[in-house]
């Protein structure tokens, strides 16, 4: 039987109605999810590791540090792993992972809930015993593991908060599907360098990154007020659609070119969670492009913001960082 290591890090899946409004929060497990879900000890042979207990919402660059430390530590014990994790940052950390452990050669899947294990109508269940399945098989991927899907984590993004179906990959297809029949995409599995070691890097916590949203009424001083004042190490601006950018009343043409002249990278996302920035069609974004800012092509803001933040945590600035974050470096992008 494969060995597969659960490793708890909170979310709704292990929470519960507390005192004193009743809201749902973390609690302690009692017993483990192995026996909430026996059928588990059907697929793999299961351990348990307790990594952190956290509504997700709370999720920092030291919890994401933590998991790659406690994957690291594991990995050569067990044939795959499984991550319970609240959904609202799961697609954070599965991006995180996706740059911090570079030449994976096992399936990390994460996954969690909607609804917690206790409750009758719970999607953990399921989700669970997919995810495991999924964690047995031989995908070396780092993936989420939700209603019945499977999808590249750096490729996801949670789309609904009340849907059990929560999580879509927007611009790459399904690595897997659960109906009657598992059926595998064989094609969209990455590759694994035959002899290639696994290496695990870690995310430096004194990286800022500021993050900026495109909408009529913006006022670019407030952000150069930050850039001039406080210590930013990066930008991600979410424009519209295919990463235009407002260049006449409230033109953000100037901060950016403010950014180049300090060495700040500049990344362009998109508002439109399908489709692709292409900063080449409209004026509007020829102009940031002129201006020193750079496309995220197809990833999601998930994947864009913490491949910024892994390469800036590596070092790498000026020229090497631009030629870096325009790469597909784990199956993030397509160019
Ligand atoms: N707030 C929860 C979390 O992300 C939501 C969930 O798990 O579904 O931890």
Same mark, same amino acid.
């Given at each position: 039987?494969?060995?597969?290591? %659960? ?163 927007? &611009? ?10 598992? @059926?595998?995409?064989?094609? *969209? ?22 993050? %900026? ?5 913006? &006022? ?14 990066? @930008? ?29 990278? @500049? ?16 004026? *509007? ?47 993030? %992008?397509?160019?």
């Amino acid at each position: 039987m494969k060995r597969v290591l %659960l490793i708890h890090t909170g979310g709704t899946l292990g929470m519960a109605e507390g005192k004193p409004d009743n809201s749902l929060k973390p609690v302690q497990f009692q017993e483990s999810v192995v026996n909430f879900v026996p059928e588990l000890k059907q697929l793999a042979e299961i351990e348990t590791v307790f990594a952190f207990n956290i509504d997700s919402a709370n999720l920092t660059v030291r919890h994401i540090n933590k998991l790659v430390e406690v994957i690291k530590e594991n990995y050569e014990f067990y044939d795959g792993f499984v991550i319970i994790h609240g959904t609202d940052a799961m697609a954070y950390s599965g991006s995180a992972l996706s740059f911090l452990i570079e030449n994976n050669s096992k399936p990390i899947i994460l996954t969690g809930s909607q609804k917690p294990l206790r409750h009758i109508r719970t999607d953990a269940r399921l989700n669970l015993i997919n995810a495991v399945e999924f964690a047995t098989m031989d995908i070396p991927e780092i993936a989420i593991c939700f209603n019945s899907k499977l999808m590249r984590a750096n490729r996801a993004t949670k789309v609904s908060s009340g849907d059990f179906d929560a999580f879509d990959s927007p &611009n790459f297809p399904l690595i897997a599907s659960v109906g009657v029949d598992i @059926v595998v995409n064989n094609i *969209c599995i990455g590759s694994v360098k035959p002899h290639g070691k696994t290496v695990f890097r870690f995310l430096d916590p004194a990286i800022n990154i500021l993050v %900026l949203k495109t909408f009529p009424a913006i &006022n670019p001083e407030i952000y150069f007020t930050l850039v001039n004042n406080q210590d930013i190490d990066g @930008v991600i601006i979410e424009a519209y659609a295919t990463g235009n950018v407002p260049i006449l009343e409230n033109t953000l043409i100037p901060l950016i070119e403010k950014c180049r002249n300090l060495n700040i990278p @500049v990344l362009i996302t998109s508002q439109a969670k399908k489709g692709r920035v292409n900063l080449k069609l409209y004026q *509007c974004g020829k102009e940031a492009m002129r201006a020193g800012a750079l496309s995220a092509y197809d990833m999601t803001f998930e994947s864009a913001i913490t491949k910024l933040h892994y390469l800036l945590s590596i070092g790498l600035n000026g020229d090497e960082l631009r030629v870096f974050l325009s790469k597909n470096l784990s199956g993030e %992008l397509t160019v």
